[in-house]
């Protein structure tokens, strides 16, 4: 199903729809089919259906590209919202989309500039060299300098609010997530998105990400080039590197890894201590990998870039802090702080979200505890995906019809927990400890 | 007066009023013509309406082949060339395409509006090279009978995409590109060898084995 190139794209709303219906449909017959085997008796464990319903909605979701894609994207980010099968199969979204024609990448260049491709550039690879998730990477040349282009859909931005509209019901249907879980998810999700078609926006903010982290080591940050690039085209150097998993391929020592997980780990430490604003789309697709003077991060794509306002980087920080879960009262008085706990609150529900939250908080946290984390342990990621499922599966927390807490804490948690899991795949050893 | 400025005056005051000049006779007077030298060049209004579609055509197939990149394309990506080009000329001249087209349709919905005759007759034959040039090169495969076929699936596709280009209302016409890229595509999937072929390949195998 993934290298296969996809073929026949819908293009009205009420054909895509219509796609989202036929999924609905397959997914009820494997139910029934999943009820039927263990009425006669048979053995049909739960991860197989899950398996094959993400199977069907993946295939569904990987003929519509743009926002569709990119909600499925950022739901596989966040692991702990999806059962892992539903998750292993969005994961394979991140690479592959259909390519734009030759001549709608021509025609994009007129729109911007007046000008084709070949006129602007010495030299403009007519083929995508890859896919990014609204658009495609092209390389280019001029005056000597490799350069990166990207070139957005059509129509992506119309089509967000229509294809979110569309996701949500699908979404909490066949995920069985409750509608209070997923809306503010989902509103954030949508602003985002809208920002993330405004590639004017991301080279400001590129530009601004690579002023103030350019100190840091062994991290890359293209140049952005503003005279190349408008509003659905973006012009940046061609960094070095691969992706993770072709980089992981070339099997680097641990000495590399780990430098390369320590550049990431202060990376996003700065970002949240000192600039309260955080590169918030932690997938691998944004990161690219290279050996060169021991190990070097490339980072592309501003596109999603989360501003964290003080108050809540103040709760975020302490939430962190080893002495607030040492002691209980400490980590009362955050929470109610934080809107979680209410001063209404009956006092066995009080109790439950304290105990499900130190629990959370006790795993989360565990890196910043210690003076070294060991992140190739896949036990740890392990557990905190299952801590997800629990939180899920818990009744009690299920009956709880409201969302608790700030809805920026969605984009740190999405943040943190795709940080996490870059770096156990990297299986690097991370110093942890801030020093400023 | 020039006959080539006739054209580009009718077009001007088309757009800017909304309608056609209400006779020729007034029509010739403002470009200080009679009405007898009008009609030497065009009988109607209709036919420089006509004239001017056909014109866009010719441009958008003259602009398409300038571009550099035009000789490396192939044949379903000279198609998307040219309908870029052509919408990129519709854009500069959307008012009088709606006010052409949308009379034709609110007339006579179903039937290809009269006004686009020349256009598409054109069209037609630039297709037809396009589709021979195809098979040269393998994008499209060589079915007897059937392929007499493909220009009309081709005009469809023209028809649509100048009906969605009407009716789009998105910033810049994106989902008009949007369109024209999946109906390109879809349409060479289906010209192309596929599933089809095969099917009628083996039917033939079996065919033969019992005789």
């Not at chain 1, 280019?140 to 979110?164: C, F, H, M, N, T």
């Not at chain 2, 403002?30 to 209709?46: D, K, L, M, N």
């Amino acid at each position: 199903m993934s290298d296969q190139p996809q073929e026949s794209l819908p293009t009205s709303k009420v054909a895509r729809a219509a796609r989202f219906a036929k999924t609905g449909f397959k997914v009820g017959a494997n139910y029934v089919q999943h009820y039927a085997k263990r009425a006669v008796g048979a053995d049909s464990p739960t991860a197989d259906l899950h398996q094959a319903n993400a199977a069907e909605l993946y295939g569904t979701l990987s003929e519509m590209k743009g926002s569709v894609l990119k909600v499925a994207q950022m739901l596989a980010m966040e692991k702990n919202l999806l059962p892992p099968a539903y998750a292993e199969q969005f994961r394979q979204a991140q690479y592959q989309t259909p390519p734009l024609s030759g001549p709608l990448v021509v025609k994009a260049f007129r729109d911007a500039f007046g000008h084709s491709p070949s006129e602007i550039f010495d030299e403009f690879e007519p083929q995508a060299r890859q896919a990014a998730s609204i658009g495609q990477v092209h390389f280019a040349r001029k005056l000597g300098k490799e350069l990166a282009v990207k070139v957005q859909y059509p129509g992506v931005g119309a089509s967000i609010q229509s294809d979110i509209a569309m996701v949500k019901p699908v979404a909490l249907r066949i995920m069985g997530l409750r509608e209070e879980t997923l809306r503010p998810y989902l509103a954030e999700v949508e602003a985002r998105l809208l920002e993330e078609t405004d590639y004017k926006l991301e080279l400001r903010r590129g530009q601004a990400v690579a002023a103030k982290c350019g100190h840091l080591p062994h991290l890359q940050f293209p140049t952005y080039y503003p005279a190349l690039s408008a509003a659905r085209i973006l012009t940046m150097d061609w960094l070095p590197g691969q992706h993770l998993q072709e980089f992981q391929a070339t099997n680097p020592s641990q000495a590399v890894r780990n430098q390369l997980g320590q550049a990431l780990w202060d990376f996003y430490q700065y970002q949240l201590r000192e600039l309260r604003q955080l590169h918030a789309d932690p997938h691998p697709g944004n990161f690219l990998f290279s050996t060169t003077n021991g190990g070097t991060v490339g980072v592309l794509d501003f596109g999603c870039v989360k501003d964290v306002p003080p108050l809540e980087q103040q709760q975020f920080l302490s939430l962190l802090d080893p002495a607030t879960l040492a002691n209980p009262d400490q980590l009362a008085s955050l929470l109610t702080e934080a809107g979680v706990l209410r001063p209404t609150d009956a006092p066995a529900l009080r109790e439950m979200y304290l105990r499900t939250l130190t629990q959370s908080l006790e795993l989360v946290g565990r890196p910043f505890r210690e003076d070294t984390f060991d992140f190739g342990d896949p036990a740890y990621l392990k557990s905190l995906y299952a801590l997800g499922d629990d939180l899920l599966q818990d009744q009690e927390l299920r009956q709880q019809r409201e969302p608790r807490g700030s809805a920026h804490f969605v984009y740190l948690n999405r943040t943190y927990v795709g940080l996490f899991s870059l770096l156990t795949e990297l299986g690097a050893v991370v110093r942890t400890q801030y020093t400023a | 007066m020039e006959p080539t400025l006739l054209k580009p005056a009718y077009l001007d005051y088309l757009r800017r009023h909304g309608h056609a000049p209400k006779t020729v006779f007034a029509f010739a007077d403002a470009q200080g013509i009679t009405e007898g030298e009008f009609y030497r060049h065009y009988a109607s209004f209709a036919v420089i309406d006509r004239e001017l579609w056909a014109d866009f055509g010719r441009e958008a197939r003259e602009q398409a082949a300038q571009e550099p990149a035009w000789q490396g394309y192939g044949a379903r990506e000279k198609l998307l060339a040219f309908y870029y080009t052509l919408l990129e000329i519709l854009k500069n001249n959307r008012s009088f395409a709606l006010l052409t087209l949308g009379r034709s349709q609110q007339r006579q919905p179903s039937l290809v509006p009269k006004v686009l005759s020349q256009f598409e007759a054109d069209f037609k034959d630039f297709m037809a090279g396009l589709l021979h040039e195809g098979r040269t090169t393998g994008e499209v495969a060589s079915r007897p009978f059937l392929q007499d076929g493909y220009g009309r699936i081709f005009m469809r596709q023209l028809q649509f995409i100048l009906l969605y280009f009407v009716r789009d209302e998105s910033a810049n016409f994106e989902r008009t590109d949007a369109a024209v890229e999946k109906a390109v595509t879809l349409s060479f999937d289906l010209v192309g060898r596929n599933t089809f072929d095969s099917a009628l390949d083996f039917g033939r195998f079996l065919l033969h084995k019992r005789s």
